[in-house]
């Protein structure tokens, strides 16, 4: 993905989920699935943040 100036956003994938997020400036967002849902997102600096569900219902910050 690409913004108007034309700094790029490239997402990698591990079968259908994403794996990893990274952008222009070289920071990342690592994604953490347990095969069925995303359980949490940790940036380039260890920060994250878990997920957990209810029912296959919309996901709330943990």
Known sequence: M???NGNAT???YSGDFPAKITAASGR???VTNDG???TK???SSGRL???TYC???IP???
Request: proline share 4%; glycine share 8%; aromatic share 4%.
């Open 2 to 4: 690409e913004d108007k």
């Open 49 to 51: 943040v878990g997920y």
């Open 55 to 57: 029912s296959d219902r």
């Open 36 to 38: 069925s849902h995303i």
């Open 28 to 30: 990342t967002l690592t």
């Open 60 to 62: 709330s910050p943990g």
């Open 10 to 12: 490239t997402t990698t």
């Open 41 to 43: 997102v940790t940036d």
